[in-house]
């Protein structure tokens, strides 16, 4: 039973989480939340399709690269370069080679706010600042800092849709609509049905 606030969110599971064998875990965490996974498949991504996976209007860049900045500030540390478009650019490039470094796990999952509810469980992706019983913090040791220090991305685990729009966005590139199945969970009956509620 789906209500107008049901979502659905694309969560991917990039090459770390598979090299340290780790779907499990990461995957039973959304489904004893609650939420309902309705398409799952491997997948070794080229750089094309990392490319498209992280094409981002240049609005969205400047913010990336603003946070970076204000990442660097609040830790009293400087940034090479103040460009915040300079700095996204060089974030990009890195996680397209960091998402295309092998296979990765790409799930659609749904439930009401599940957008919110994923990104909860995923946590921050900077490793530092996510609190503890998130996937970031309990299972990512990276940081910012090191990942800048070696050139690369920050191995941070999980991707989380940001809003439902970039979710529907992210799921038309990654899965056909066939390739997505709509059925009932049981909890969805207890959470949603006024059957349970007292007479």
Same mark, same amino acid.
């Given at each position: 039973?789906?209500?107008?606030?049901?979502?659905?969110?694309? =969560?991917?599971? +990039?090459?770390?989480?598979?090299? #340290?064998?780790?779907?499990?875990?990461?995957?039973a965490?959304?489904?004893? +939340?609650?939420? +309902?996974?309705?398409?799952?498949?491997?997948?070794?991504?080229?750089?094309?399709?990392?490319?498209?996976?992280?094409?981002?209007?240049?609005?969205?860049? #400047?913010?990336?690269?603003? #946070?970076t $900045?204000?990442?660097?500030?609040?830790?009293?540390?400087?940034?090479?370069?103040?460009?915040? $478009?300079?700095?996204?650019r060089d974030?990009?490039?890195? $996680?397209?080679?960091?998402?295309?470094?092998?296979p990765?796990?790409?799930? =659609?999952?749904e439930? =009401?706010?599940?957008?919110?509810?994923?990104? +909860?469980?995923r946590?921050?992706?900077?490793?530092?600042?996510?609190?503890?019983g998130?996937?970031?913090?309990?299972?990512?040791?990276?940081?910012?800092?090191i990942?800048? $220090?070696q050139?690369?991305?920050?191995?941070n685990?999980?991707?989380?849709?940001?809003?439902?729009?970039?979710?529907?966005?992210?799921?038309?590139?990654?899965f056909?609509e066939g390739?997505?199945?709509?059925?009932?969970?049981?909890?969805?009956?207890?959470?949603?049905s006024?059957e349970?509620?007292?007479k």
């Amino acid at each position: 039973m789906k209500t107008k606030l049901h979502e659905r969110s694309l =969560v991917l599971l +990039k090459p770390d989480t598979i090299q #340290r064998g780790l779907i499990g875990e990461i995957v039973a965490r959304f489904e004893k +939340k609650g939420l +309902k996974i309705t398409a799952l498949k491997m997948v070794w991504p080229t750089k094309e399709m990392a490319a498209k996976h992280y094409d981002l209007p240049e609005s969205a860049m #400047r913010q990336l690269g603003e #946070r970076t $900045l204000a990442t660097y500030a609040e830790k009293g540390q400087k940034h090479r370069t103040n460009d915040p $478009l300079e700095i996204a650019r060089d974030i990009m490039k890195k $996680l397209v080679g960091y998402l295309s470094a092998g296979p990765i796990v790409a799930m =659609v999952v749904e439930g =009401v706010h599940a957008v919110a509810h994923i990104r +909860k469980i995923r946590g921050a992706t900077n490793p530092l600042a996510a609190d503890m019983g998130t996937i970031t913090a309990d299972y990512a040791v990276d940081s910012y800092f090191i990942a800048d $220090l070696q050139a690369r991305a920050v191995r941070n685990l999980v991707h989380a849709s940001g809003n439902v729009e970039e979710a529907e966005t992210e799921i038309k590139l990654w899965f056909r609509e066939g390739e997505i199945y709509d059925y009932d969970l049981a909890i969805e009956k207890i959470l949603y049905s006024k059957e349970w509620e007292a007479k």
